[in-house]
């Protein structure tokens, strides 16, 4: 089973976000919280089942972070991603 951790990305496998990534903020037994800076802040996280979620092994630590910094490093993540 895969280890869900707080500051960890991940993208969506299912719903109508699938293939969106999200920095998560909380978790729960069967769900997550995620963010993405911009629609789902710190504020309004989306929750979501973990079976719905894939991890991408990337974390940070979120403690003191904003939504503007969980947009950079989606942006960033999302340009390495692009580049490979």
Same mark, same amino acid.
């Not at 998560?24 to 919280?33: C, D, G, N, Q, S």
């Not at 972070?65 to 390495?80: F, H, L, M, P, S």
């Given at each position: ?17 699938? /293939? %969106? !990534?999200?920095?998560?903020? $909380? ?7 995620? #963010?993405? /800076? %911009? !629609?789902?802040?710190?504020? $309004? ?7 719905? #979620? ?31």
């Amino acid at each position: 089973m895969e280890q869900f951790e707080t500051g960890m990305m991940a993208r969506s496998k299912s719903g109508h976000d699938a /293939g %969106k !990534v999200y920095v998560i903020t $909380k978790v729960e037994e069967a769900y997550v919280y995620l #963010v993405d /800076g %911009k !629609v789902r802040t710190l504020d $309004k996280p989306k929750k979501k089942k973990k079976k719905h #979620v894939q991890l991408i092994k990337e974390s940070f630590d979120i403690q003191g972070a904003t939504d503007v910094d969980i947009k950079r490093w989606i942006k960033i993540w999302n340009k390495e991603d692009n580049q490979n």
